[in-house]
């Protein structure tokens, strides 16, 4: 990440950010950027604070800490956290999708992309005093904004169903057009819950055909929770991983992949079988899925993806007493970073080195087998080698 | 008394054997549980001691009665039915073209209530019209519109509201008040009262902004006593409850009035002979009008961008904010439109009767209006006007039941019957129709056709 990059590179700058829920630390003193124009992912293992994150970001909870800082293309600076909710996408056009879909559901697809195009609408019709007497500005404005949902809709290939009621659209369809509906407020940086969970690998390919063209087509930067590793690795372009609200990991998808902190968090076990896991689970599920995408029984609650997990949002939460101290031993990262420092200071380990040999051939025989040996398969192979060899 | 019996006995019994044997079963359940209700009374005899008096044929009356009943059902009455299902199951479903009155429901509907004084006139003469134009008319009228007021609030913006009666209230004794202490005319006093029955619209709704549910309703409720109480207890402005009276009649415009001593009473303006029936007819015009502005106004306000924003705070108020929608603005101002109507409904109401008390501002008025609201299907104007008539119009169509005295004997009085009959009702229709009249929402734009949306997507909306 180069730090000489200037202010307005990036849209959003999130510094030390905290948020406490009683004696649960969701976030804490999370600073990550997200550049112009670019897909940047956040990801991490469920009840990671993600979700907790765009709530801050778009105002929904206030943090109990810390600076979110979003530099509008014309220059203009918002300090998110200080901004009512509703002004956050009036005024510093950040737009946002929930985990569980939340569409008008008893109104049209036309009509849910035109309330979205409420604050631009409501000026044109003079704040409705102009509007009700059927003033004509107020006519063309609603022309215009009929306009852009077809355009939208066009967009989300949704157009043929344009008069149906949202409610009635399959699963997928739901998604994309509440992706359009954000789309419809002319955002700068489109925050998108979990847009893949519960996708075929069709509607998710299709998917990520949308979010690239809003990329490239609209100058809107993403911000991207995702779970279905396919997507963030196709698409984002920088990815940042969270593990009981703090980073562990933060650069290019290349490099994310292979950081032995990310694994230990992602896979959730003792460290003395972490190599084990790999070998056994990471070879002949893991790899393939990351090369293969997802496979046709990919869905909410059986995915094959390692990352996926039960969907549950959280924007509703704050009353449910559901109050949990996690104790710092949780977090797998700090454990492989306390792990190899202790390696470092023991030049004595060669017992477990010993032990992880066998276990090393094992791993390398599958992997041999399979034709395609590209470099997903590679990436998440070399970081277990990697840290044996560091037990030598 | 469903007597159910087991499939397998089924195939063998011809209906006539299961029928008789269910009509068996059933006398003997009715024996059973009226042997004390009806076979045994007690009573008082002359000398004022307890006696108990049998009736014992009574009783055998109504057991072979639902015996009878049962037979009937088990052996025609149900194989018949299944015989119709299984006919219209295997005829082709043939998609019914809505019939033409169907399709213009509104057009027949406006033109029927801009000739009914007429035809009331024409049918019953000037003196016999008047109960039809007032009790009917009118009655049923104001109820339409306060409907379609709280309709705004609770239909569209899905806040359930069950101290509307307040606002109705504010407008009443707005032109009360004021058409009596300062004589200024009723058509200066209908906006005003309607700007303060909108004032206190944004009143109740600033402390209610961030309840829902059942806490709004609550509070709601709560508004409407306070303001009831106030009336009755602000004596020195209010008159308590002996009410305000001599609250002065409407004009038309000033021109002509309909006060007999007046230099241009109507009759002197028209030349035509004196009758009571002229300012009726008046009335049931200008709430006619009040109802009409109210429906433009709502089905244009649908359409703009401030009701949208009702109608998708109705279905996901964090939805609303995420896309930037102030959801306090929108709120209040739905709270205020709809108290607005109400506050005009109320100055309509106080002219009409010339007297104003608390007592006709009480809860279970906000509970028949809303009951309105409910019954006609949340949103849809038509649905709710038929249920006002439904309502309003049987309840006082239930007040000439007096053909029953002549079953009952002379002792009975049915008047007392009014309200069972009309909760039963009430609970048939939601039985058979649970979203109301018109369960559907019609969409308020379209790109290629307008199709009207299932009630089974729409949200009540929870607060
Ligand atoms: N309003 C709230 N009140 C109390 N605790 C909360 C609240 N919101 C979130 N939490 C807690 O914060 C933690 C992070 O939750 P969050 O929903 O942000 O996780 P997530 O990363 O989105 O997980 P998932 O992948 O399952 O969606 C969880 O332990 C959750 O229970
Ligand atoms: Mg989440």
Known sequence: MDVQASMNDFILQVEHLSMKFGGLVAIGDLSFQARRGEITALIGPNGAGKTTVFNCITGFYKPTEGMITLNKRDGSTHLLERLPNHEIPARANVARTFQNIRLFSGMTLLENLLVAQHNKLMRASGYTFLGLFGFPSYRQASAESIELARHWLEKADLVDRADDPAGDLPYGAQRRLEIARAMCTGPELLCLDEPAAGLNPKESASLNELLIDIKDNTGTSILLIEHDMSVVMQISDHVVVLEYGRKISDGNPQSVRTDPRVIAAYLGVDDEQVEEVLTEVGDEDVIEQLDTGPDSAHGPGNSASMMAGPVSDTVEHADEGERVTVSKGASKAAQVDARAAAIASKPAAKRSAAKAAPKKTVAKAPAAKAASASKGKEAAVKPASGKRGGRK | ?463
């Open chain 2, 1 to 463: 008394m469903a007597v159910t019996v087991s499939p397998e006995r089924d195939v063998v019994a011809t209906p006539i054997q299961r029928a008789f044997r269910e009509a068996l079963y059933a006398g003997a359940i009715a024996l059973g549980l009226f042997v004390l209700f009806i076979g045994l009374r007690t009573d008082q005899n002359i000398n004022n001691e307890l006696i108990l008096v049998q009736r014992w044929a009574l009783l055998g009356f109504v057991v072979i009665a639902t015996a009878v009943g049962r037979f009937l059902y088990v052996g025609y009455a149900q194989p018949a039915m299944e015989r119709a299902n299984a006919e219209k199951a295997k005829a082709p479903a043939a998609v019914a073209e809505p019939g033409f009155v169907r399709q213009n429901f509104n057009k027949i509907g406006v033109a029927v209530l801009l000739l009914y004084p007429v035809a009331m006139v024409l049918a019953f003469g000037f003196q016999g019209s008047l109960k039809w134009v007032d009790n009917f008319g009118i009655q049923i009228l104001i109820y339409v519109m306060l409907a379609w007021g709280l309709n705004i609030v609770v239909g569209l913006a899905g806040l359930l509201d069950l101290g509307y009666v307040a606002f109705y209230a504010v407008g009443a004794y707005a032109y009360a008040l004021l058409g009596t202490h300062f004589g200024l005319s009723f058509w200066i006093l209908l906006p005003a009262a309607g700007c303060m029955a909108a004032f206190w619209g944004v009143m109740l709704g600033f402390p209610v902004l961030r309840l829902r549910g059942d806490y709004l309703a609550i509070v709601t409720l709560a508004f409407g006593e306070i303001i009831r109480l106030v009336l009755i207890n602000w004596r020195e402005v209010t008159n308590g409850s002996a009410g305000v009276s001599g609250i002065p009649k409407v004009s038309f415009f000033g021109l002509v009035s309909f006060n007999v001593s007046d230099p241009n009473y109507i009759a002197k303006v028209l030349h035509i002979a004196q009758s009571g029936a002229y300012y009726k007819i008046f009335l049931y015009y200008l709430i006619l009008g009040l109802c009409f502005l109210t429906a433009f106004v709502t089905i244009r306000l649908r359409r703009l961008p401030v009701g949208r924003a009702w109608e998708a705070l109705r279905e996901d108020e964090i939805a609303c904010r995420s896309l930037g929608i102030n959801t306090t603005t929108t709120k209040l101002t739905a709270f205020a439109t709809g108290a607005m109507f109400g506050g005009f409904a109320g100055s309509f109401f106080a002219a009409r009767q010339g007297f104003v008390s608390p007592e006709s501002f009480v809860f279970l008025e906000s509970a028949i209006i809303l009951a309105i609201v409910v019954l006609g299907g949340m949103g849809s104007l038509g649905g709710i006007a038929v249920a006002a008539l439904v309502m309003i119009g049987g309840t006082e169509i239930l007040r000439e039941l007096d053909f029953l005295k002549a079953v009952f004997g002379p002792d009975f009085t049915p008047e007392l019957y009014r309200m069972l009959l009309f909760g039963m009702a009430m609970v048939i229709v939601m039985l058979w129709k649970p979203r109301g009249f018109v369960g559907s929402r019609e969409p308020t734009a379209f790109l290629r056709e307008r199709k009207a949306v299932s009630g089974s997507f729409t949200k009540e909306g929870h607060g």
